[in-house]
């Protein structure tokens, strides 16, 4: 007899890991819908509870005396707390009510022709649920509609209509509206918000003689407000007053806060440590005297900087205040308009305080912009200097500090020198050295490196004296330059941007091979025919522009008091004089110049 086998048949991998997606797929699909319906039906009993109960805040309303129908301390009177908060089905809500008289325009209106002498023609009522807990948010709005049962009579009361808007004059929807009278019986503290005209309009408002303080704001906008005289003298904006049957409209502007990020430093960006200044705005909140709404005293940090958060949109000016430095100009020009929603950079340019100063500011006649390359002449008697508008220059005048200064600190130092110069004898001056009565055929000398405080553009090298000893020859002071943004690498050339040429006469233009450039150095040559005599020169400086040097402005430093004469010109524009006058040590005039 055949012996049969049997065969037996499992399941393989393959058909396992299928069965357990498709359970898996089964069971989150399942989880997901039973998910889904829990959430809904608490949505659902969520919106159950709330709607029973704006309805039963409504049923109870509706059985008040149409008087007593009012926010207590709030415009119409009434007896109804603002807020509460309550407990329905185990679920907490914070009740906000709100009732206005509304003006139906059906008979006329408070300001309307015929006018309504009766302008509460009935009450809007709304109730505002918010439930923290609930899900969706858990925010409900009921408002409904309540008429008086008598007819109306005429009212001695008056409207207060209050509108707010934007920097651009754009309504302000759901502005903050605070309102307060506390002579009213009983006191009226209000606080609302604007619609969607940004307005906030309340009839039937009890008449009172500047007696009702607002104050307007918004989360994360400026705030403004009425003022009374015990606050400032002559308030720009008193508090409001209501008459009987009268229309009270008063506007109120905001619009979002602002930063101020200020930097005080010298025009080659070194930053000036814990300077004290004035920072102003021109929006006034007083009369007779003038006001500012906003006037500190502030002081940059160790650093030079000081951050301006929660600004509000104005035109600042600034006064520094220190003994030690005197204003040289600004970026952007002074006063300085802020912008709302802006991180407005400034950068406050001070020079070291002299005798007496003059800050000579040339805009456009038209535009009122800063003109940069403007040239400034100011001359009184034999007194005579010229200075470019948005051109800072270093000047050394000193060098008998010695050599071995590598970046330009001291301003008595340098950086090396062939041993050939004289740097002492006498002091101020450089001069070939002098051994036993015979002076050096030639010697060099090198510079500390000058720091303009970003990539710079240069103009012209200048020294002094302008001649020489006949007897030295022919260029017997030469320079050349050097320049780079690392600190590293320094070839010095001449105009012409190679090493074979030199600098030969003051007041030469500077290669543009140095423009964007940081850091700059120079090298002097010194020579004579006959070592008899020797070439010297007593300072050497050069301009240049930065990032750091303000726009269409100059400082005239070192004066004495008097009149001067001040010239500006510049390429396309005519000619402009003035008389400017040095009374203080620190005075400012302003020269604006017509396009031809």
């Known amino acids: 007899m055949p012996i049969r086998k049997k065969k037996y048949k499992g399941i393989s991998i393959a058909e396992t890991v299928i069965a357990i997606a498709i359970f898996s797929i089964v069971g989150i699909s399942l989880y997901q819908l039973s998910t889904q319906l829990t959430r809904l039906t608490r949505v659902s009993r969520d919106e159950i509870a709330a709607t029973a109960l704006a309805q039963e805040e409504f049923e109870k309303i509706r059985n008040l005396p149409y008087a007593s129908i009012g926010i207590l301390n709030g415009i119409p009177q009434g007896i109804l707390p603002k807020t509460q908060a309550v407990t329905r089905d185990g679920i907490s809500f914070e009740i906000t009510r709100t009732v206005r008289n509304i003006d139906d325009p059906f008979d006329g209106t408070i300001n309307g022709s015929p006018k309504d002498t009766a302008p509460s023609d009935y009450k809007l009522l709304e109730i505002q649920l918010s439930c923290p807990m609930c899900r969706d948010g858990g925010d409900y709005t009921f408002s409904s509609h309540i008429a008086p049962k008598n007819t109306e009579t005429s009212s001695n009361n008056g409207a207060l209509f209050i509108q707010v808007f934007d920097a651009n004059g754009q309504p302000i929807q759901g502005a903050n509206v605070h309102i307060a009278n506390s002579s009213a019986v009983p006191p009226i503290l209000i606080d609302e918000t604007t619609n969607a005209a940004g307005m906030l309009q309340l009839v039937d408002v009890p008449t009172g003689t500047k007696k009702y303080k607002i104050t307007v704001t918004k989360d994360g906008y400026s705030t403004q407000r009425t003022m009374g005289n015990d606050e400032v003298s002559n308030p720009t904006k008193p508090h409001a007053t209501v008459s009987t049957q009268q229309v009270t409209q ?81 970026l952007p020009l002074s006063p300085i308009t802020l912008s709302p929603n802006a991180i407005q950079d400034i950068t406050i340019v001070l020079e070291p305080s002299n005798p007496r100063n003059l800050l000579v500011t040339v805009l456009d006649n038209g535009t009122s912009l800063p003109l940069a390359e403007s040239s400034v002449l100011l001359e009184k008697n034999d007194f005579q200097a010229t200075l470019i508008t948005g051109r800072g220059f270093i000047i050394q005048s000193g060098w008998q500090g010695g050599s071995g200064q590598t970046l330009f600190t001291d301003p008595l130092k340098y950086f090396s020198d062939d041993a050939n110069i004289s740097t002492s004898s006498p002091e101020n001056e450089l001069k070939l050295k002098q051994t036993l009565g015979t002076y050096s055929s030639n010697g060099w000398l090198i510079s500390s490196t000058f720091d303009t405080g970003s990539p710079s553009n240069f103009y012209e090298l200048l020294w002094q004296p302008l001649d020489q000893p006949p007897q030295t020859g022919s260029n017997a002071v030469t320079f050349q330059l050097a320049s780079n943004n690392d600190q590293l690498t320094w070839n010095f050339v001449g105009p012409d941007g190679t090493d074979q040429t030199y600098y030969t006469t003051s007041n030469h233009n500077i290669s543009a091979t140095h423009n964007n450039d940081r850091y700059l150095r120079y090298k002097l040559f010194l020579s004579t025919a006959n070592t008899s005599y020797t070439p010297n020169v007593s300072d050497i400086s050069f301009t240049f522009t930065s990032q750091c040097v303000p726009s269409g402005q100059v400082l005239f430093s070192g004066l004495t008091e008097n009149k001067y004469t001040l010239t500006a010109s510049k390429t396309g524009y005519y000619e402009q004089t003035a008389t400017a006058k040095t009374p203080i040590s620190y005075n400012e005039h302003t020269i604006r110049l017509t396009p031809q």
């Open 250 to 330: 008063i506007s109120f502007s905001i619009d979002t806060l602002s930063t101020i990020n200020i930097l005080t430093a010298t025009a080659t960006c070194t930053p000036i440590p814990s300077l004290p200044f004035t920072l102003a705005g021109s929006k006034m909140i007083g009369s007779s005297p003038n006001t500012p709404k906003y006037s500190q005293n502030l002081q940059t940090n160790a650093n030079g900087t000081l951050t301006l958060p929660d600004m509000e949109w104005d035109t600042y000016t600034f006064t520094e205040t220190s003994e030690s430095y005197v204003l040289a100009g600004s």
